[in-house]
């Protein structure tokens, strides 16, 4: 059968223009995949308790069962080798592997890992581990969360527990997934878990995120980390909707919010002092000692691109009804974004090497015989690696792709109605169906340009 997605024109980009020792993966985050919310042991995290609360997630869905990966953890890293991918960046569940955040371990909750670890290893792909993918034991939200600055011990405990067991065998640690997501959505606008809604909790929250990657950093250096240490930030290019000096300087302190509240205190050891004056009375407090731990270095960074960013002083800019393309989150197809993105930070901050830790859209898509023709998604893969090839032409260090995400999965408050996956889940049955753009991204991990015709 001919694959429409694999027609010529999107095979522009191949393999073989990009280093050997460039990193190609799949990602995935624990509770978006894993289920299994009580077996053997794991405790409720903050999002098993979110789930709860009515009107949350649109779908009313919760993470109970999600992608049954827990249970088909063999079957899915199959799937993973089959696409020739290098490397798959997944997330320890903190509550599976130590229930209440403080206190006993949970074995078999390690020993599950164990298995996912050794399962990767033995098929040939590389481990890339996340802390913090969001899903905190709901036991340290009870006291104060990331709000309180015990939880950036509990987290440090949480880190050299996991190094000690898997460190020898991971090819590369990140703390936190996205900590503008934790703080901001989480705390500020409270659209996913824990729900809250304050901005001087949001502020003190980022900076305690802040502060445990690097005292995690520390820790593990202590410890004789071998791994690449490092964290994943959620980045966007800002552009104001019009030349208007109120848009202007909108977009100015939106991009400090987003953008340079995290950069800076990480390669500056400072926070930037036009975001920090927004705040007025709701920054964070900060003890003597902090910053300089932030600033720790790290191996590498993570960027999780999916679009741009566009600020208008007057109201909410919507991309679909500026007549922009835009995926099934009604977020922009900005591939030229990523190349001004990474180009940007290269430029403005001594980075390590960068990796695209995430990438990817949802699109709505339709299995048919066994197919999911899903060119769209296809055509956006294909251009944002296009994209990251165009800024490593501007030397930018780049250390790898990877594609968001492996599988369709819980997508927080969007539950199981939005997909991401390269490969399809019918929570039915919990058949996986590669999707045509699974089945181009093997293609391209196997092509080399001497095989084009
Ligand atoms: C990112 C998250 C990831 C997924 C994608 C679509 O913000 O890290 O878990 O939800 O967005």
């Not at 405790?43 to 993470?63: A, K, M, R, T």
Request: charged share 25%; glycine share 8%.
């Amino acid at each position: 059968m001919p694959n429409p997605s694999l027609n010529h024109n999107m095979i522009r980009v191949t393999k073989d223009q990009f280093p050997a020792d460039f990193v190609w993966g799949v990602a995935t985050s624990a509770f978006q995949i894993e289920g299994a919310s009580r077996e053997d042991g794991k405790g409720p995290s903050i999002w098993d308790e979110f789930c709860q609360q009515p009107g949350v997630i649109s779908d009313h869905s919760n993470g109970d069962v999600a992608c049954d990966h827990y249970h088909r953890y063999e079957s899915d890293l199959d799937l993973i080798e089959a696409m020739q991918v290098d490397a798959y960046r997944f997330s320890i569940s903190w509550p599976r592997v130590r229930p209440t955040g403080a206190g006993a371990w949970n074995e078999a909750g390690l020993a599950f890992y164990d298995r996912l670890i050794d399962g990767m290893i033995k098929r040939g792909i590389k481990p890339y581990l996340t802390l913090n993918h969001w899903d905190l034991p709901a036991q340290l939200q009870h006291q104060g969360g990331w709000a309180n600055r015990d939880t950036v011990f509990r987290f440090v405990e949480y880190a050299k527990g996991i190094h000690d067991r898997y460190g020898d065998r991971v090819v590369s640690i990140a703390t936190h997934n996205e900590p503008w997501v934790v703080a901001v959505l989480g705390h500020e606008t409270g659209i996913f878990a824990p729900g809250i809604k304050s901005r001087a909790i949001a502020a003190q929250t980022s900076h305690h995120l802040l502060l445990s990657h690097g005292m995690a950093l520390r820790e593990l250096r202590k410890d004789g980390a071998t791994c690449e240490l490092g964290i994943v930030l959620n980045l966007s290019p800002m552009h104001a909707a019009t030349d208007s000096p109120e848009d202007q300087a909108k977009t100015r302190l939106e991009d400090g919010k987003l953008l340079r509240w995290y950069m800076d205190p990480m390669f500056k050891a400072c926070y930037p002092a036009d975001v920090w004056d927004d705040l007025g009375a709701d920054s964070p407090l900060i003890e003597a000692g902090d910053l300089d731990i932030i600033a720790t270095p790290m191996d590498f960074l993570g960027v999780n691109y999916y679009s741009r960013s566009v600020v208008s002083a007057k109201e909410q800019w919507d991309a679909r009804k500026n007549g922009k393309a835009v995926s099934d989150m009604g977020w922009e197809i900005y591939p030229e974004g990523l190349t001004e993105l990474l180009v940007r930070i290269h430029r403005d901050y001594p980075v390590p090497p960068l990796f695209v830790t995430e990438n990817g859209g949802a699109f709505r898509d339709v299995l048919e015989d066994g197919k999911v023709h899903d060119a769209e998604r296809t055509d956006y893969i294909v251009r944002h690696i296009e994209a990251v090839q165009a800024a490593m032409q501007q030397g930018v260090r780049m250390g790898g792709y990877m594609v968001w995400s492996f599988l369709d999965n819980f997508e927080w408050a969007s539950g199981y109605e939005k997909r991401f996956g390269i490969v399809h889940v019918d929570y039915t049955t919990q058949t996986r169906t590669l999707k045509d753009s699974a089945l181009w991204y093997q293609q391209f991990l196997q092509t080399t340009s001497n095989d084009r015709t």
